[in-house]
């Protein structure tokens, strides 16, 4: 074990911006180590669903109760086909179908595995005129989101557009402007002695941010600061927390990739994006990052009273779901405060590539609580992913480390595929079972 003394000398803020590496500022991190059944289309569903999505003005209510019957088996079928097909190719690098003979017989109970989002079946729900299966939606979603329809599928899920088609122009039109009146009303409040120390860090925190290509143009930067401010400003239980920078990359990336071709989203020129939609995609990116906010807005308030519950909640379930790496971790002093503050206060975006984050959160949009719930047994599944590793450590400076700085750069679609389906399992197991991960 590290000795009082010897650990002292470790400790150093890292100014590394790539995933997996401590950014140069967290709030109240400890000092980092020098060394570091099948859906149906949506045409029959469509056919069957009455304008009971077309009443009153709160759909967020409406996307809630579609979300709390999302249908459970179904997706828990999805999480195990993930996992057996990655096993099975673990095991067979070349699987050969065997005959029909010797074939496992398939239980009577269980439902055909969901496909992903079809372009085509989100495409038909986006633009229904009628109104959305917010729940179909949901199902669709929780594979992953084809990207030509994730902007609009983004702006449903959160609850910031109507499902109704109809309704949209003018919602758009409406939260556009009152985005807008804030920045005229609050944003040359900045400049005030009161709010002075939230802008300046702000100002200070942005250019932490990554991709650095994206996120250092100059219009970029200044769009930031502008969502940033009028949050804290409109939000003082908490004001602006580090951290919550992270949250508006994913929404502005999404929203932005609508008007452009390119691939790369760091690479995009964005002073060749117009104006005028520039200013739209400022507008959706605040309202999305506040919906969001709203559901873990506990994590940013004083002390942080959220972030320091779920990293609790982990520990203990870790404990349960793997004793030998929680004893391991605990043999040699590692605390889990110290590598996942981070993984709940930026919600892993500082762990993965960006590309992986969109797709996490596609997963996490279509989770009823997936920011706050889902987000717990995402973090324990991504622990437990590395357990070979962990065990292996036996220092302390080298475990934490590598718990700061997991190599994650070369992640794409399919090891979060796996992810969330291990995550999946494990909720299904224990989210009904609180005493399953109580001490």
Sequence with gaps: MASDGARKQFWKRSNSKVPGSLPKSTPKLPPTPVKAKRGS??????????????????????????????????????????????????????????????????????????????????????????????????????????????????????????????????????????????????????????????????????????????????????????????????HPASGYVQGINDLVTPFFVVFICEHIEAEDVAAVDVSRVPAEVLRDIEADTYWCMSKLLDGIQDNYTFAQPGIQTKVKMLEELVSRIDEQVHQHLDQHEVQYLQFAFRWMNNLLMREVPLRCTVRLWDTYQSEPEGFSRFHLYVCAAFLVRWRKEILEERDFQELLLFLQNLPTARWDDEDVSLLLAEAYRLKFAFADAPNHYKK
């Design 41 to 234: 289309t949506f045409q029959e569903f469509e056919s069957n669903t009455s304008d009971a999505w077309d009443a009153g003005e709160d759909d967020d209510e409406l996307l809630a109760m579609a979300a709390e019957s999302l249908n459970t088996e179904v997706v828990m079928e999805t999480a195990h086909r993930v996992l057996r097909n990655h096993s099975r190719q673990q095991a067979r690098p070349a699987p050969q179908e065997p005959p029909a003979a010797e074939q496992e017989p398939k239980p009577a109970a269980e439902l055909p595995a969901l496909p992903g989002a079809d372009l085509r079946l989100v495409k038909s729900a986006s633009e229904s005129h009628t109104s959305c299966p917010a729940e179909e939606l949901r199902k669709l979603s929780w594979s992953g989101i084809p990207k030509p329809v994730r902007p609009i599928t983004w702006k449903l899920l959160s609850g910031y557009l109507p499902a109704n088609v109809d309704r949209r122009p003018a919602t758009l039109q409406r939260k556009q402007k009152e985005y807008f009146a804030f920045v005229e009303h609050y944003y040359d409040s900045r400049k005030e002695e009161a709010y002075q120390d939230t802008y300046r860090q702000i100002h200070i925190d942005i250019p932490r941010m990554s991709p650095e290509a994206l996120i250092l143009q100059p219009k970029v930067t200044e769009i930031f600061e502008r969502i940033l401010f009028i949050w804290a400003i409109r």
